[in-house]
């Protein structure tokens, strides 16, 4: 019937080197905290490189670290946790309540907390995979519901975690905080489970192409379940920590982490609608913001001026890296 | 296939869609190690019928049966379990991903639940070398390599599984050469190995070739059937259309003298040669040829206004266009873009909406909405260009590709333009409504409307154009008058073999 002259196929020929792909693997990220790391020390070498400084450095990663691994998983699946910081506060203040003091309970409501924030997931994932809910509306649902529990429970710090715990939050061997550990532990499970197993291959597939993936077999709920108990799993591992290092509980300790790890995840050079993105990159994200925030005082600026600066890094993150190709 | 029992068959399958009745007692049977080709027009249900067996969709009616048991997949997963393997017409290849990953999609190899990498390479690597793509680099992104081989890496991911059925949802639809040729290799030795293959297509041609059986769909049911030996391409046209359409090109009648829009020295922006000088009048239709890249489709949105120009004038009834696409537009130049679901069309919006996008304001009362007037808009374009949808309130998204473009043609023709641009005006669409859309192009030039076409295709540029200007390397190497023009004279000069002009 028809004579196709010349459908070959377009080859797209692209750069095999282009910024956005190295933006994309999150190495533009380190590119600029290597820049900020060199300008702090030409400016006071000896302020920035003590022990103390360094720790400082390290503990301020922790929290935000945390929550930002956990909102990786999520982001590459296409989706977002607004509840990230109501649900650390929700089970930091849990944690310090039930705990109260008791030597003989830290484990077990260390467990429970724990347990919380993956059911939070477990809710979060059913209400998005299963009823189709978009994850914006779930998530920004628990982050106002999660913390009015929080505000029913006390308006005021209360509760008490253990000397034990709140020692591993706040010592430190030389210039290594001994909370880093858990850090370091987080981000070796997810790094395991994004490259490691068929989960994480998953993740990025759903992330991808969700209806592509469903039709070639991916089982796509279980796979948002489990990337929203990663999340959830690990706010509440956040909030314990930010408990243990105030040692007593607070109903508002977890305020404005949602979008500090949202913001931790784009500059690490993940895309929100899915499926591009590194964890190399967002753990530089974290440490980009934990060197801002250490270096007000090394550099004698006002610390009010953190969020403004913070602000301006992501827009000029997101001008520089984002590819224009985005979709 | 004599007196066993099929391994894939639908019986009597019915579908509904809001509006649209998609399958309507629609049956199928597949023996294996047979290529069973599945043909008809867009909209006759063929991919429907796909989803069904693939479990992407439940049927209303009708059972289908694996070795002769009624089976019933609750979702892509089971089918797949089954042995029931799908590729799909849009590709499921995921650019960001490897591809090793993209092989390995759905079917990831595990060993205590580590993902197992040197089993994974391995059986990548032996389905990539199945389909022709055995030195592929697994470690490329997919969204670096061409078309074809994602097409190509998409039947490797079928054929990594263990499949008992293979469904082939038109596999070669952007493919040509060799990669084409590779698919046909594959298909046989696919069926060879005693997989039950499903292979659709729009080239009939194609079909002849490669399948043992064909099934003809029309309107959601199965208007025939038989071994592929009784059926020559006009046998299948007439099946699948449900009447003759040898009477696709009539010669056109003779355009008028009026210059509708004369261009001089123009050219393209980025372009450095001498620059393009063409009239073209009233109720003249002429074809764009040439091959892909070689500046087709620049040339037409230069004409729009789209995309700048280095330099040279277009005049529009004796007045001079500036470049940009509101000038171009209001001096009556439009363009139909080859990819209408992207630039042409808004597929989350009711048709009515999309009929009336670029007139609104005839269709606006002093900045308020006038639903009455846009419903009637509705219904004269309906009229006017056969477009078949369930009532202006339907979804564009959900029409088929030859209605898609009807209401593209609807929306530009309501801004009564005197200069009509088409780029690729019937790429994915069936037999059936080129026929219509070739007529409707006829019909416009006969009311004074110029019309400019681009296109692939060398039956369409033959036999609907007035004149042909061929086109090579972003420059217009070549005009042919209708009585000279050839199907190879126009090769050579896109080619730039032979006898330039």
Request: proline residues 3%.
């Amino acid at each position: 019937m028809s004579t196709a002259v010349a459908t070959t196929a377009r080859a797209r020929q692209r750069p095999r080197l282009d910024f956005s792909r190295v933006a994309r693997s999150g190495l533009a990220t380190w590119i600029v905290v290597a820049a900020l790391v060199l300008g702090l020390t030409v400016h006071d070498a000896s302020g920035f490189w003590t022990t103390g400084n360094i720790a400082n450095v390290l503990t301020a990663m922790v929290v935000l670290g945390l929550v930002s691994v956990g909102q990786n998983v999520v982001v590459l699946t296409g989706g977002i946790d607004l509840s990230v910081g109501s649900a650390a506060t929700l089970t930091g203040l849990l944690a310090a309540i039930m705990i109260d003091g008791y030597p003989e309970r830290a484990i077990p409501v260390v467990i429970a907390v724990l347990a919380i924030g993956a059911l939070i997931g477990v809710g979060h994932g059913l209400l998005i995979a299963r009823v189709k809910l978009p994850p914006f509306v779930v998530t920004l649902a628990t982050f106002f519901i999660l913390q009015g529990v929080a505000f029913m429970i006390t308006s005021s710090p209360t509760g008490q975690v253990t000397k034990n715990l709140s020692n591993f939050a706040l010592e430190k061997t030389g210039f290594f905080p001994h909370a880093f550990i858990v850090l370091i532990v987080a981000v070796a499970l997810v790094a395991f489970l994004l490259y490691r197993t068929a989960l994480g291959r998953n993740v990025y597939a759903v992330g991808g192409d969700s209806e592509a993936a469903r039709s070639n077999g991916v089982p796509v709920t279980s796979t948002l379940v489990w990337a929203y108990v990663v999340c959830g799993l690990l706010a509440a591992a956040a909030g314990i920590m930010l408990a243990a290092r105030a040692t007593i509980g607070s109903p508002t300790a977890g305020q404005g982490l949602e979008l500090s790890a949202i913001a931790a995840v784009v500059i690490g050079g993940s895309s929100l609608m899915g499926g591009r993105g590194t964890l190399v990159g967002t753990v530089g994200g974290v440490l980009l913001f934990a060197l801002i925030e250490t270096s007000f005082t090394l550099l004698q600026i006002e610390a009010t001026l953190n969020d403004l600066i913070r602000g301006l890094v992501i827009i000029a993150a997101a001008a520089i890296f984002v590819s224009k190709d985005d979709r | 296939m004599s007196g066993a029992v099929p391994v894939l068959e639908a019986r009597g399958l019915v579908k509904e869609f809001p509006g649209v009745r998609a399958l309507d007692g629609a049956s199928i049977a597949c023996g294996a190690g047979h290529v069973h080709a599945l043909v008809g027009e867009n909209g006759a249900g063929k991919s429907t019928m796909v989803r069904i067996l693939t479990g992407n969709e439940s049927a209303d009616a009708g059972e289908v049966l694996l070795d002769g048991q009624v089976v019933r997949f609750g979702g892509p997963r089971e089918a797949l379990a089954a042995g029931v393997t799908a590729v799909y017409q849009e590709l499921t290849v995921l650019p960001a991903m490897s591809v090793l990953d993209n092989v390995m999609l759905g079917q990831e190899r595990t060993r205590r639940r580590v993902l197992d990498n040197r089993e994974r390479r391995r059986v990548a690597r032996e389905a990539l070398g199945r389909v022709g793509l055995g030195d592929v680099d697994l470690g490329r992104r997919a969204e670096d390599l061409s078309l074809a081989s994602r097409q190509l890496i998409e039947i490797a991911r079928a054929l990594a599984r263990e499949t008992r059925v293979l469904i082939l949802d038109e596999p070669t639809a952007v493919l040509a050469g060799e990669a084409l040729e590779s698919i046909h290799r594959v298909v046989r030795s696919v069926a060879a190995e005693g997989i039950a293959v499903i292979y659709i297509s729009h080239l009939l041609e194609e079909v002849r070739e490669l399948a043992d059986q064909v099934t003809v769909l029309r309107d959601g049911k199965d208007v025939s059937t038989g071994p592929i030996a009784a059926y020559d391409v006009p046998k299948m046209v007439r099946e699948m259309v449900g009447r003759d359409v040898d009477s696709v090109f009539p010669d056109p009648a003779p355009h008028g003298e009026e210059v509708v829009m004369s261009v001089a020295g123009l050219r393209p922006r980025g372009d450095d040669g001498p620059g393009l000088d063409f009239e073209l009048h009233a109720g003249e239709i002429v074809g764009l040829a040439g091959l892909l890249g070689s500046g087709r489709t620049r040339l037409l949105r230069t004409f729009a206004g789209d995309g700048g120009r280095s330099g040279g004038k277009i005049a529009v009834g004796g007045r001079e266009v500036r470049a940009g696409l509101h000038a171009a537009i209001d001096a009556g130049v439009v363009l139909v873009p080859e990819e209408r679901k992207v630039e042409g069309l808004a597929l989350g919006l009711p048709v009515r909406a999309n009929v009336t996008l670029a007139s609104i304001a005839g269709i606006a009362r002093g900045g308020w909405l006038d639903r009455r007037r846009e419903k009637r808009a509705y219904e004269e374009e309906r009229e006017r260009l056969g477009i078949r949808a369930s009532g202006p309130e339907q979804l564009t998204g959900q029409l088929s590709g030859g209605n898609q473009q009807k209401v593209v043609l609807a929306k530009w023709l309501r801004t009564r333009p005197r200069v009509l641009l088409l780029d690729e005006p019937t790429r994915g669409i069936d037999v059936g409504a080129k026929a219509e859309i070739y007529a409707l192009i006829r019909e416009l030039a006969a009311q004074g409307m110029a019309v400019v076409f681009a296109s692939s295709d060398l039956t369409e540029v033959v036999g609907l154009s007035q004149r042909v200007l061929v086109c090579r390397d972003g420059q217009v190497v070549g005009r042919l008058e209708r009585e000279d023009v050839d199907p190879e004279g126009i090769m050579h000069m896109a080619f730039g073999t032979g006898a330039a002009a």
